[in-house]
């Protein structure tokens, strides 16, 4: 077990993303952030300035940040790194016996996600996965309806993310399958993914069928020369043990409705809730539907539902009282499950039935 410590000593590695982390760190008084790392010696410098981190605390190689972790006092990392590194670098991370708040998608696929649990239970660290849509206050108040048992059991969802034009630069490593894993299912849909099950108490999946399509990113990256060899929409059914069935949509190109189109939305035996962006941007709402004295209702959940904490601070609260996080590696594997399926159905045409964990 950790000794009790008031404050948790971070670093961050990667300073893309990363920088966020960095920022709510340094807005935690229970946070500290000691140590920063990018191969990008530009965006290392800036966080560096920003946050009065000395240059000998800057890093351009991880495995040197983790080797000094001792002398740092270093307890715990953000991996804000693109996908394919999300799974060597946590499980360097956990062998140095630091706790490890890495950004989702937890990994490139099952096998590499299973490797980090078991690294993290060897190591006896805390490793928590960055699904931030559970954060918001919208999806913390339908957390609280669904499991206060207002809508029943929920026996079907429909989740999804649809960006009219939303491609990453061609040529990066987000259009690439080897360095990503794959586009925007495993980019968006993976968070819409995460926030229905976890709504739904996260139930076991059991079968997966699933299509993907390279349109539109395919022949803008042929007009650009650049790669681009991952999809740019993906729909999939996925079924749980207890019954339930839920829809994914997730895309980074289509001629939808809306620019950008974010929504929860789940039926239960009593009821139903939604979780949605409003119009085309970054603010959400939450709303239920029930039925009472014979008529049925809606309401709009109003925001906020007290206090709700961000990701860091869920990382750092749950690493310093010793407590299970609310969004924990184990999470990170299940929804990984379903990705692997999703890819292996849209590639054979077949339903996928994933093994139990
Ligand atoms: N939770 C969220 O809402 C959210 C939002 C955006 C991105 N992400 C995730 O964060 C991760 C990073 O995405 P991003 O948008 O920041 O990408 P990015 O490419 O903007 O940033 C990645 C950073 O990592 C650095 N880097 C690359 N290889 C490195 C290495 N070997 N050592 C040290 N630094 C290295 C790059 O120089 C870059 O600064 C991805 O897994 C992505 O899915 C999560």
Redesign the pocket.
Known sequence: MTKKRRTLNTAV??????RGHLSDYAANPRAHPVAV????TS?LKAMAEQHSIPQERCY?D?RKLLAGAKGLDLHAVSV????T??APVTIAALKAGLHVLC???MAMNAAQARRMLAAARKARRTLMI?F?FRFQPASMALKRFVDDGRIGQVYYGRTVWHRRRGLPGFG??FGTKALSGGGPII?LGV?RMDLAMWLMGSPRPVTVTASTYNVIGARLAKEQRKTFDVEDLGAALVRFDNGATLILEASWAGFSEKREDMVTQLWGTKGGVIQRNVGEGYEFEARAYTEEAGALWERKLQQPVGRTPSACGEFVDAVLTGRRPIAPGEHGLDVQLILDAIYKSAATGREVRIART
Request: negative net charge.
């Open positions: 590695i990667g300073l893309g993303m990363g790392c990018d191969i990008d965006r351009t991880y804000a790194l693109p996908n590194l999300h950004e989702k998608p960055n931030s990066g490593w980019d968070h």
